[in-house]
């Protein structure tokens, strides 16, 4: 995977992002949902078909809160850096027979550096609902097996990622805990294509885009 360009955005988010240490808060999050592989000739011409599989991905964010308004909105403003672990899709996961005739399977990998912007959009009592959008890369690694031939491709892609997010403060703690929150976050997320050449020489576009559902913490450093 190219990580060098990956690595220099995530160092530019962080030095634009964060400053300093006050008030920056931490997040530390799983995400848990289905992943749709669309499959399409690189030609445009012949079999276009989607195989779905379950993902899973862990997640680290800086954010500072209040970092700029739009009119009277306060926008907090992050950088995020995640990892997926290998997710494994086969032409069985489609209801279609023709489909799963193809005798497909692929296998994805990916680490996501992003900026991202949140801010509260409801208040119930102490519990707010947050809308957010990330936006940064993928370095992302496909394998993809179609009957006796094999294709590999990697890439950094641009990558986008909205929700929507519960946010319970857990209250006064003693500790590290004090004015942590815990959250939940119904999220969509999507790379462009990536080109995949198989050992015959013939080439697929592969895309993936992701709906799901993460679990995190968020602790306040200062």
């Not at 990558?159 to 119904?186: F, M, N, S």
């Not at 969509?188 to 709906?211: I, K, M, Q």
Request: aromatic share 4%; charged share 15%.
């Amino acid at each position: 995977m190219q990580f060098r360009p990956l690595s220099a955005a995530l160092l530019g988010c962080l030095c634009l992002g964060t400053p300093g240490t006050a008030d920056t808060r931490l997040s530390l999050s799983v995400w848990s949902g289905q992943a749709k592989h669309e499959l399409q000739p690189a030609s445009g011409a012949g079999l276009h078909y989607s195989l779905l599989s379950h993902s899973g991905t862990v997640s680290l964010e800086l954010s500072r809160p209040d970092s700029f308004r739009i009119g009277g909105l306060a926008i907090d403003m992050g950088v995020a850096l995640s990892h997926e672990s290998i997710d494994h899709a086969g032409s069985d996961s489609n209801p279609k027979s023709w489909i799963q005739d193809t005798d497909t399977t692929a296998r994805s990998q990916s680490t996501r550096a992003m900026v991202t912007f949140r801010t509260t959009l409801h208040h119930w009592g102490d519990t707010r609902l947050e809308g957010g959008v990330g936006i940064g890369l993928d370095a992302a690694r496909v394998q993809i097996t179609r009957g006796d031939q094999t294709g590999r491709g990697a890439a950094t892609l641009p990558h986008l990622q909205v929700g929507l997010r519960i946010v319970q403060p857990l209250g006064a703690h003693t500790g590290p805990l004090d004015g942590a929150d815990l959250w939940t976050e119904a999220t969509y997320r999507t790379s462009p294509a990536l080109s995949v050449t198989f050992n015959d020489g013939t080439s697929v576009l592969h895309e993936v885009s992701g709906l799901g559902l993460a679990v995190g913490i968020t602790i306040p450093l200062d």
